[in-house]
């Protein structure tokens, strides 16, 4: 049996990386796919490569912080697949000209911030009444293992926007706990993609920041996936306002 068969899943910022792993991982396990994102071409990119597998998708273009766009891409969401069971907030940003707080440029903190957190927010919020609706389900919220570690090369607008989202996490699964949804938030560390691989600009700085992970290696998408689909399914059924690391170690490792 498959994890997540019958389930509807809304997966936004699911034309990047991350997104798309998750949308065809969630799809590989039975799950029907909104494909939520900003860029046209790389929602109907994902699209095309989940129903090349067998899966059912739409691609629906918005941008999580405009509050108008999330509601009507919901109302579409839940339109073309008959109802919605899962929310997978992934949606986000991480610019590389986010440094220390010291340089902090407030507009762009404003921006990130505005992806980030009030994305999840208005995403949340037009959402879960459609999940409550079907009976229950599960809000997977994305933050960052920077939210519970501090880093010697900061990024403090992004590291300060996935704390809100795993403080908004416990809040939102104490709430919700009554309505049987359950929210929890991944933290991941180092996935290596393309816009994560320019965060280190020289083979000693991919060296020193590698040297940090026990388990060897930097993270790949599907490890991200992996935990998305976990949560989602229901044998994660009695896990709600969790918080999980997924960092190969790197936050417990003093070096």
């Not at 034309?15 to 046209?40: H, K, P, T, Y």
């Not at 920041?209 to 991200?224: E, H, I, K, N, T």
């Not at 044998?235 to 997924?246: D, F, K, M, N, Y």
């Given at each position: ?10 997966i ?17 396990e ?8 900003i860029?046209?071409d790389?929602a109907d990119?994902?699209v ?15 941008d ?38 010291l340089?902090?440029d407030?507009e762009?903190?404003k921006?990130?911030t ?20 079907a ?6 919220n994305?933050?960052s ?17 996935k704390?809100a ?9 104490v ?16 996935i ?11 083979p000693?700085a991919?060296?020193i920041?590698?040297a940090?992970?026990p388990?060897?290696?930097?993270g790949?998408?599907d490890?991200a ?25 790197i936050?417990?490792?003093y070096?």
């Amino acid at each position: 049996m498959k994890h997540l068969d019958g389930k509807r899943a809304l997966i936004t910022g699911a034309g990047g990386a991350l997104g798309r792993a998750s949308s065809l991982m969630f799809a590989r396990e039975g799950a029907s796919v909104a494909v939520i994102d900003i860029n046209r071409d790389a929602a109907d990119e994902t699209v095309r490569l989940l129903t090349e597998q067998g899966g059912t998708a739409v691609a629906i273009v918005a941008d999580v912080s405009v509050e108008a766009e999330v509601k009507h891409a919901v109302t579409e969401t839940v339109d073309a697949l008959g109802g919605l069971d899962v929310l997978f907030n992934n949606a986000g940003i991480m610019p590389h000209q986010d440094e220390s707080f010291l340089d902090g440029d407030l507009e762009l903190w404003k921006f990130i911030t505005g992806i980030n957190v009030h994305g999840t927010m208005l995403c949340s919020k037009y959402a879960v009444p459609h999940i409550a609706a079907a009976g229950g389900g599960a809000v997977v919220n994305m933050s960052s293992f920077l939210a519970v570690t501090g880093t010697t090369y900061p990024q403090d607008g992004y590291a300060a926007s996935k704390g809100a989202i795993s403080s908004m996490t416990r809040s939102m699964a104490v709430q919700l706990g009554p309505k049987n949804i359950r929210v929890n938030a991944m933290a991941p560390g180092p996935i290596l993609t393309a816009h994560v691989e320019k965060f280190f600009p020289d083979p000693e700085a991919r060296r020193i920041r590698l040297a940090r992970v026990p388990l060897g290696r930097f993270g790949a998408p599907d490890d991200a996936a992996g935990l998305a689909c976990f949560l989602a399914s229901d044998a994660a059924s009695w896990i709600t306002g969790q918080v999980i690391e997924l960092d190969g170690g790197i936050s417990n490792n003093y070096l």
